[in-house]
């Protein structure tokens, strides 16, 4: 139904900044809350950030002031700013969305979404 695909990932530098981008496609009405998530080898996947389509967003402590999380409803697209990154950045960052469907009631939750991955790799 819903297909995500994130893109921008790739090698950077310890400090630098990168922005991965997730884009929606497919047959669907409406995305609600987005977010991003990320899966470092031998570790389980974690939250590193979500925004809701008002753009209130939540964040991780360990990215706190160094990540942001931003969305274009028009576009259907959810960012990731990553600002002053570190070795311990490195991960497979997924992109992932609950998708809405209209009833006679309002919206409602009808499924989620999650994007192949993107690897970030930052260079100690």
């Known amino acids: 139904q819903v297909q995500l695909v994130e893109s921008g990932g790739g090698l950077v530098q310890a400090g630098g900044s990168l922005r991965l981008s997730c884009a929606a496609s497919?047959?669907?009405?409406?995305?609600?809350?987005m977010g991003w998530y990320r899966q470092a080898p031998g570790k389980q996947r974690e939250l590193v950030a979500t925004v809701t389509r008002d753009g209130n967003t939540n964040y991780a402590d360990s990215v706190k002031g160094r990540f942001t999380i931003s969305r274009d409803n028009v576009k259907n697209t959810v960012y990731l700013h990553m600002n002053s990154l570190k070795h311990e950045h490195t991960a497979v960052y997924y992109c992932?969305?609950?998708?809405?469907?209209?009833?006679?009631?309002?919206?409602?939750?009808?499924?989620?979404?999650w994007g192949q991955g993107t690897q970030l790799t930052v260079s100690s």
């Open positions: 497919g047959t669907f009405f409406r995305l609600d809350t």
């Open positions: 992932h969305a609950c998708v809405l469907m209209p009833t006679s009631r309002g919206w409602s939750p009808a499924d989620d979404s």
